[in-house]
């Protein structure tokens, strides 16, 4: 992966400029650690609330280095095959069929067939490890925590070597190893023995100033005071008993509505008709319309004046 490294990725302060560049906004915690991911090759696994930018990190890396982005999904009941490839059965049937029907169903030449690129349908983990025509992909495995255990172990051993074994075709090693991005939300526990091969960070919601860089990044059409106002009310929203903190992508989300509503200064009115945008809980909705959101306003409000 070192050979890959371009002038553009060549310092941290170079990747933060970059990142930024591309609209994402790290800090200097995270920014040096995608340049030793980038420049040591090895995985990064993103952990932290859901909303933060975890996910986000991996679309901007693929865009600003011209890398094409691959996304495993993660959920429960996620094995193996479903993550590697799959043999397309349908297409099998129809060959066994038509050899049968022109009298050629040779049974070695057609099992030689039948298991061939051919019907073969590549998934995330197998596509990663082929070669791209713009370099090493970045692989984003997001959302790791919604698997299980067994599939944890399955991932240690392709992402210690890059490579992947189809028992019909044998092992498949990737060229160049691919950028490798992990995010978990911390429902559960991922292993030690996975984060051990990996490069760690904690994505935590961002202070005032670096939320307002992020909105101005995402929603420069935003004036100075909405979007002042803006990230104050969402920062002492997260201070409340909610079921589900608003995250950055919320924050930016709820700017974008005020926007397309024409909105220029925040209103109690305003933010009961809009809370659905930030809050995606009826309890969470319910427990801050009316008094409670009028209450957060003043505070921001006279935070505000006393600035």
């Avoid at 990190?57 to 280095?65: H, R, S």
């Avoid at 994505?203 to 860089?213: L, Q």
């Amino acid at each position: 992966m070192a050979d890959d490294v371009s002038d553009d990725i060549s310092s941290i302060d170079a990747v933060e400029r970059m990142l930024a560049r591309h609209g994402y906004v790290a800090d200097r915690a995270l920014a040096t650690l995608v340049f030793l991911a980038l420049r040591l090759g090895r995985p990064l696994f993103l952990e932290g609330a859901a909303g933060v930018g975890k996910t986000e990190i991996a679309k901007v890396l693929a865009g600003a280095l011209g890398r094409r982005l691959i996304r495993l999904q993660c959920y429960e009941g996620l094995d193996a095959a479903s993550a590697v490839c799959e043999w397309n059965f349908a297409a099998q049937m129809i060959a066994i069929r038509t050899a049968e029907a022109a009298g050629s169903a040779d049974r070695d030449h057609l099992r030689h067939e039948l298991f061939s690129e051919d019907f073969l349908i590549a998934r995330p983990l197998l596509e990663a490890m082929r070669p791209q025509a713009g370099g090493p992909p970045v692989l984003l495995i997001d959302e790791l925590d919604r698997t299980d255990e067994p599939f944890e172990a399955f991932l240690l051993e392709a992402l210690s070597d890059f490579q992947v074994t189809v028992p019909e075709l044998g092992t498949i090693r990737a060229p160049a190893p691919p950028i490798v991005i992990l995010t978990s939300n911390r429902t559960r526990e991922v292993h030690d023995a996975l984060k051990r091969r990996c490069l760690y960070h904690w994505v935590d919601y961002p202070d005032f100033a670096r939320e307002i860089a992020i909105l101005e990044a995402r929603a420069p059409e935003a004036s100075a005071r909405l979007s002042r106002e803006v990230v104050a009310f969402v920062q002492r929203l997260r201070g409340e008993d909610l079921f589900k903190k608003p995250g950055v992508a919320e924050t930016i989300d709820w700017a974008k509505c005020l926007l397309a509503l024409d909105v220029i200064a925040l209103s109690p009115e305003v933010i009961s008709d809009t809370l659905g945008a930030l809050l995606k809980y009826q309890d969470d909705i319910r427990r801050i319309e009316g008094t409670t959101a009028r209450q957060l306003l003043d505070a921001v409000r006279r935070e505000a004046s006393e600035a």
